[in-house]
């Protein structure tokens, strides 16, 4: 019961639930199968961007350009279904995918081989990402009477109660969780972010692995921006605009420390549906959705506290247990 307790995921799966029950008790209908796969669904791409975030943060970085890549991943399939409509779903995502890994190869480029910080590459990236957006469509919109059917039509199509959208997040979470534990690129993330230098001494190459894992994170991102854009029927320059800040949070909120090295897959999916529960359940409380930002900041903030805080108790605990031993 003890490690029950101190399992983050244990944790943060009992707060979900709790935060269900009271909603529930107020709105009983938002725990309704129908309305639980809703949010389900709505959480999707969250989840999807979360588990690329992850990879980049386990190696000690951080994309900041992961909204802006799907933005711009997004309104490039839009254009292209309105100029090739004979296109089918699989090899507009097999674009999409290929796209958002150019855009995750040029950070990890300039991470490993120009030794530029993470930080800076991403942000900058991301505003140049949102500018080649407005150059490409001239800061018009693309609406869901100019896309084609099968476009809007795949995401949303239902497999056993669920939307296909739902059902990519699902395949993905299960494929990233082999990744991570059962690969070894997966292992080199924890290594790198644990301790760059022994690392080296092991024969990882430090800068390739991150650069591994922006190249993981922009493919997610382009993914994400063709389900984006089918499930909602439209393109514009600021979709998504700071939902890089809710990829961050929910990586921090399940357990991914900052400072690289420690996660798990678990935790990241948590931390997306835990801010999921919150935004679905805002105008069910009559709180503005406006907010979103506002809690996702704060759980940033006490996420990464609490991690620093549980840090330096453990590194407490080896100390004098090193003492005793001596």
């Known amino acids: 019961m003890t490690l029950l307790l101190k399992s983050r995921e244990a944790v ?18 938002f725990v309704a199968p129908s309305n639980l796969a809703n949010a389900f669904n709505d959480t999707a791409p969250l989840i999807i961007l979360a588990l690329g975030q992850m990879a980049v943060i386990l190696t000690r970085c951080i994309d900041l350009s992961v909204a802006a890549n799907l933005a711009l991943t997004g309104m490039v399939v839009a254009m292209l279904n309105t100029a090739a409509p004979w296109l089918p779903a699989p090899a507009i995502i097999m674009i999409a995918i290929g796209l958002g890994a150019v855009m995750g190869s040029i950070n990890g480029f300039f991470v490993w081989k120009m030794r530029i910080p ?36 795949f995401p949303r199509a239902i497999v056993l109660g669920l939307p296909v959208m739902s059902w990519i997040a699902i395949a993905i979470v299960a494929l990233f969780y082999l990744l991570i534990t059962r690969t070894p690129v997966g292992r080199a993330f924890f290594a790198v972010g644990g301790n760059p230098d022994a690392a080296v001494y ?10 591994i894992a922006f190249l993981l ?3 997610l991102a382009g993914l994400t921006g063709y389900l984006w854009v089918a499930r909602y029927a439209v393109a514009y320059v600021d979709i998504a605009a700071g939902f890089e800040l809710e990829v961050v949070a929910a990586c921090v909120i399940g357990g991914i420390s900052i400072a690289g090295g420690i996660g798990s897959v678990g935790g990241a999916v948590l931390g997306a549906v835990f801010l999921g529960v919150i935004k679905n359940a805002l105008p069910v409380v009559n709180i503005s959705p406006f907010w979103q930002l506002a809690i996702s900041g704060s759980a940033i903030i006490i996420a990464v506290a609490f991690n620093a805080q549980t840090q330096r108790s453990k590194g407490r605990v080896i100390l004098k247990k090193a003492e005793h031993a001596t």
């Open 12 to 29: 943060l799966f009992g707060a979900i639930i709790a935060l269900i029950v009271v909603i529930s008790t107020r709105f009983p209908a």
């Open 118 to 153: 993470p930080i800076v590459v991403t942000l900058g990236t991301m505003t140049i990402f949102r500018g080649v957006i407005f150059l490409i469509s001239g800061g018009e919109w693309i609406n869901a009477h100019e896309m084609g059917e099968n476009f809007k039509a």
């Open 217 to 219: 994170s922009g493919m």
């Open 202 to 211: 092991t024969g990882i190459n430090v800068g390739r692995t991150q650069f």
